[in-house]
T-cell receptor
Framework: QKEVEQNSGPLSVPEGAIASLNCTYSDRGSQSFFWYRQYSGKSPELIMS????GDKEDGRFTAQLNKASQYVSLLIRDSQPSDSATYLC????????????FGSGTRLQVQP | GAVVSQHPSRVICKSGTSVKIECRSLDFQATTMFWYRQFPKKSLMLMAT?????????EQGVEKDKFLINHASLTLSTLTVTSAHPEDSSFYICSARDLGDTQYFGPGTRLTVL
């Protein structure tokens, strides 16, 4: 079992729709959760971080965390073609020198 | 947000030469930096964790004598690919962690070994 699992996609949604990206993780000791966006040929860009159960909203993005189910998701409202990218879920055990554990990413395609 | 720079952004070298890549945190201090490698259409693979003032911690399968890491200050880490070969051609990305737990990525260095 991979430590962080994501559906590779592609997830295709029409422009203006809500895109829902999901991620599960195996380590119950995980404390910090991140969503990164990566355009082809570019490095990852931080979108959201979430640390406690529930929802966290930032503009068109909402991150949702459920530690009991070991599940974290990212919702993108009013999807735009410019949102087309690979979205990486990353998990950390918290403070210290540990690196993030990344999922393999979900490729999102927003159709104009 | 925090800014991490990498230099060079692109390098082409001959087989057998060494290449140094610099990673800098521009507006924050990073006691820990990370080096990743990414092959086309593949996920990020952690190579090593670079700790300021101490030896780097390498992931399994990564040759420490081939990928030399130096973290000389709180804002600078370097990765040197020694005796590079075509199979080392890849996208190398560094990240720096702030005082919290957030990692910020540099723009990456695309290495092509002829």
């Amino acid at each position: 079992q991979k430590e962080v699992e994501q559906n590779s996609g592609p997830l295709s949604v029409p422009e203006g729709a809500i895109a829902s990206l999901n991620c599960t993780y195996s380590d119950r000791g995980s404390q910090s959760f991140f969503w990164y966006r990566q355009y082809s040929g570019k490095s990852p860009e931080l979108i959201m971080s979430i640390y406690s159960n529930g929802d966290k909203e930032d503009g068109r993005f909402t991150a949702q965390l459920n530690k009991a189910s070991q599940y974290v998701s990212l919702l993108i409202r009013d999807s735009q073609p410019s949102d087309s990218a690979t979205y990486l879920c990353a998990v950390s055990k918290g403070a210290g020198r540990r690196a993030l554990t990344f999922g393999s990413g979900t490729r999102l395609q927003v159709q104009p | 947000g925090a800014v991490v720079s990498q230099h060079p952004s692109r390098v082409i070298c001959k087989s057998g030469t060494s290449v140094k890549i610099e990673c800098r945190s521009l507006d924050f201090q990073a006691t820990t930096m990370f080096w990743y490698r990414q092959f086309p259409k593949k996920s990020l693979m952690l190579m090593a964790t670079s700790n300021e003032g101490s030896k780097a911690t390498y992931e399994q399968g990564v040759e420490k004598d081939k990928f030399l890491i130096n973290h000389a200050s709180l804002t600078l880490s370097t990765l040197t690919v020694t005796s590079a070969h075509p199979e080392d051609s890849s996208f190398y990305i560094c990240s720096a962690r702030d005082l919290g737990d957030t990692q910020y990525f540099g723009p990456g260095t695309r290495l092509t070994v002829l």
